[in-house]
């Protein structure tokens, strides 16, 4: 079946440190991918998705490339800022018009300052 | 982007008791989803929940336990039954917005003793 894998945390990393955080996929058909993020104590936030294969999500400062090839989905970050210490799930969605979506386990970056 | 709450935001609940959580959307959406996020894990699809029909229970939950309502297409409600302390989570409500993302509510952290 479906199913997502990430990283296991957590991720410590120092404040403008690189950020990589490893999503893989297997999927039947051609699903979209997303990063969402959870601060603490809040709901889950959409971060950034993707459509199709060399699409490149963005935003915040984040990004993510569909790589069809490697079935993946990488989050990247040039600088993190303590702020972004959250808990990032990577998550697929399969094109049925269901709009299901499949969760990786999570991934807890803190950044220390 | 949908904007959605969700009361209570949290409860201490005894066993065998019964919750219901509200989720409340600012627009019109024909789909809803519950999900419940265990400590420390990731989402878990519950049921999808349409207006105008039964909800569609994911493996493993069932209308029994978790009953769904859907009165119209701005609020829905999920109950959880005869709790156990097994039950104790975070349940979230989304909604399918623009043409693949789901948005989420801030969650309710249930928690039974």
């Known amino acids: 079946g479906d199913s997502v894998t990430q990283m296991e945390g957590p991720v410590t990393l120092s404040e403008e440190a690189f950020l990589t955080i490893n999503c893989t996929y297997t999927?039947?058909?051609?699903?979209?991918l997303f990063w969402y993020v959870q601060y603490p104590g809040e709901g889950l936030q959409l971060l950034l998705k993707a459509t199709k294969a060399d699409d490149k999500g963005s935003n915040k400062g984040f990004e993510a490339t569909y790589r069809k090839e490697t079935t993946s989905f990488h989050l990247e970050k040039g600088s993190v800022q303590v702020s972004d210490s959250a808990v990032y799930f990577c998550?697929?969605?399969?094109?049925?018009?269901?709009?299901?979506?499949?969760f990786g386990s999570g991934t807890r970056l803190l950044v220390r300052p | 982007s949908a904007v959605i709450s969700q009361k209570p935001s949290r409860d201490i609940c005894q066993r065998g008791t019964s919750l219901t959580i509200q989720c409340q959307v600012d627009?019109?959406?024909?789909?809803m989803f519950w999900y419940r996020q265990q400590p420390g894990q990731s989402l878990t699809l519950i049921a999808t929940a349409n207006q105008g029909s039964e909800a569609t229970y994911e493996s493993g939950f069932v209308i029994d336990k978790f009953p769904i309502s859907r009165p119209n297409l701005t609020f829905s409600t999920l109950t959880v039954s005869n709790m156990s302390p097994e039950d104790s989570s975070i349940y979230l409500c989304?909604?399918?917005?623009?043409?693949?993302?789901?948005?989420f509510g801030p969650g309710t952290r249930l928690t039974v003793t």
């Open positions: 998550a697929l969605s399969v094109p049925d018009s269901s709009y299901k979506l499949i």
């Open positions: 989304s909604v399918a917005g623009g043409p693949i993302e789901q948005y």
């Open positions: 627009s019109q959406v024909t789909m």
């Open positions: 999927a039947t058909g051609y699903p979209s």
